[in-house]
């Protein structure tokens, strides 16, 4: 698949408030993992259970990580209001008491897909790829200026989109979902847009130099980045490539050969014994 990404020069000047904004959405609409061939393929029905599973299990480790990324964040605001509203984003992910919150949910769908919780919690067997961008994302709010922090959170003004498109592909293609299993992505319809708002509010009232504009722009793109290295990961080990029909898993990782790890579902290029085990 061909794909053309935005490339505009550094800015020498500054943009206008409108134009900060047509810039960001811009880079969501060239770089934003929508257009990634392993989402596309999970969406259209073209993975197996293993594939899922193999997505869901490595897409926890982000989703763990979000409320610890949005801790070391808030911890930086000195204004309350501020630090009230970017608290809402713990309670999503953490919510107020045990059994609560995005997170929960997420096992729900690790559970669902048959999974054991134990090894999804433990994130051994995520792949390194995985484990490398999402720490670069945790890094970079920690480390880079407030403005870049918040703008790199600005990939939720897209996510909507790939939500709806996700939802109803893996409903109408796969039997080993339902809608409990996929609750996690229903309550994310309204909260991500909510903080994308807040989010693009305050780079558009802090953004005012050429140079702070840039650094938004480049902290969007990082975050989308980051969003496609994890793809870039699955679909190289997990999705037939040429001749290679298991793809390239790395030692370590869930379905490398080199780690006791449970399934269930579907065989992995031709290795689960009949109790739905990966052969070691």
């Known amino acids: 698949m061909s794909l053309t990404f935005e490339n505009h020069p550094d800015l020498t000047e500054p943009l206008s408030v409108e134009a900060l904004e047509a810039r960001l959405r811009e880079v969501g609409e060239t770089r934003y993992h929508h257009r990634h061939p392993f989402q596309l393929m999970l969406q259209n029905g073209e993975l197996d259970k293993r594939q899922v599973q193999a997505w869901a299990l490595n897409r926890y480790y982000y989703q763990a990580m979000i409320p610890i990324k949005?801790?070391?964040?808030?911890?930086r605001l000195d204004d309350p209001e501020l630090r009230r509203i970017w608290r809402s984003r713990l309670v999503d992910h953490d919510g107020e008491a045990a059994g609560e919150g995005g997170i929960e949910r997420w096992l729900k769908l690790t559970d669902g897909l048959g999974l054991s919780r134990e090894l999804v919690v433990s994130t051994?067997?995520?792949l390194?790829?995985?484990r490398f961008a999402v720490e670069a994302y945790t890094h970079f709010v920690r480390d880079r200026t407030l403005l870049e922090a918040i703008a790199s959170s600005l990939t939720e003004l897209f996510s909507p989109m790939?939500?709806?498109?996700?939802?109803?592909g893996m409903l109408e293609h796969y039997d080993f979902v339902s809608r409990e299993?996929?609750?996690?992505?229903?309550?994310?319809?309204t909260q991500a847009p909510r903080d994308a708002e807040m989010a693009l509010d305050y780079v558009k009232r802090h953004a005012h130099r050429a140079d702070q504009q840039q650094a938004v722009i480049d902290a969007l793109r990082f975050k989308c980045s980051v969003l496609w290295a994890m793809l870039d990961a699955l679909q190289h080990a997990y999705v037939v490539s040429g001749s290679n029909a298991s793809g390239q898993v790395p030692p370590g990782a869930w379905g490398s050969g080199t780690e006791g790890q449970e399934i269930e579902g579907d065989g992995l290029g031709?290795?689960?014994g009949d109790q739905g085990r990966l052969a070691r």
């Not at 949005?70 to 911890?75: C, E, G, K, R």
């Not at 790939?162 to 109803?168: L, S, W």
Request: glycine letters at 10%.
């Open 124 to 126: 051994r067997g995520i």
């Open 162 to 168: 790939v939500i709806g498109q996700r939802v109803r």
């Open 70 to 75: 949005d801790a070391s964040l808030m911890a």
């Open 270 to 272: 031709g290795r689960l």
């Open 181 to 189: 299993t996929l609750s996690y992505f229903e309550p994310r319809l």
């Open 128 to 130: 390194p790829a995985t």
